[in-house]
Every structure is written in structure tokens, then in C-alpha cells.
């Protein structure tokens, strides 16, 4: 099955800057939407971000519209995560989502593949 690999993850202070990315082990990845999510300890599993499978349309919640921006370069089957501005409640495991099908991009349960998922840290 398809494989997903986060990297970028760390201990920032607030204010500062990462960038995640989410490497697929085959090409067929780049066929679908993708999606980001997070869980903070002791919270549910929360939508963040999503981009179309050409990038052409790209969603956020909320909570992350304008600091966060969603990118992917299909050429090399990665989906990106910068993250600007962050802050303590930024702080979570984040969680890269493939080959969505479905309606709603915000559903996890319509997402096959997942990544292990890198952690982010921002201190105050």
C-alpha cells in the first residue's frame, strides 16, 4: 500500500516558523487530494489544511487561514506544510492524509492513507 512520510516537525518558540512535508511512495498519490490534520494530547483529531490533486484549489480551517499555506510539487510526490505565526496552540502531532475521496475534505474518515505523523512544538 501507499506509504506517507512527514518530516519538518520541531520545538519552536511562538511566532517562529516550520514547514512540513509529506513524501508518498508512489506516484499514484499525486491522483488525489491531500490533507493535513493534528491531535493535541488529550484532543480529537482536527482538520488543518487541504490542497486538490493539482493544486489548483487549496482549503484551511479556521484556525490556521492566513498563517498556514498548503503547496505540493507532484514531480516529487510531496505535499507541503509552511506554518507562520505559530503559536502554543499550534502545538500538536500533525498528521499528512492521502487519496481523499469523497465530498466533505474535511472528513478524516474519507482519507486512505496516513503518514506517522511529526510533531510540533511551539513554546511561549
Known amino acids: 500500500q501507499v506509504q506517507l512520510v512527514e518530516s519538518g516537525g520541531g520545538l519552536v518558540q511562538a511566532g517562529g516558523s516550520l514547514r512540513l512535508s509529506c513524501t508518498a511512495s508512489?506516484?499514484?498519490?499525486?491522483?488525489?487530494?491531500t490533507g493535513w490534520f493534528r491531535q493535541a494530547p488529550g484532543k480529537e483529531r482536527e482538520f488543518v489544511a487541504a490542497?486538490?490533486?493539482?493544486?489548483?484549489?487549496?482549503y484551511y480551517s479556521a484556525s490556521v487561514k492566513g498563517r498556514f499555506t498548503i503547496s505540493r510539487d507532484n514531480a516529487k510526490n510531496t505535499v507541503y506544510l509552511q506554518m507562520d505565526s505559530l503559536k502554543p496552540e499550534d502545538t500538536a502531532v500533525y498528521y499528512c492524509?492521502?487519496?481523499?475521496?469523497?465530498?466533505?475534505?474535511?472528513?478524516?474518515?474519507?482519507?486512505?492513507?496516513w503518514g506517522q505523523g511529526t510533531q510540533v512544538t511551539v513554546s511561549s
Open positions: 492524509a492521502g487519496r481523499f475521496r469523497g465530498v466533505d475534505i474535511e472528513d478524516s474518515r474519507r482519507y486512505d492513507y
Open positions: 508512489e506516484r499514484t498519490f499525486n491522483n488525489y487530494a
Open positions: 490542497i486538490s490533486q493539482s493544486g489548483g484549489n487549496t
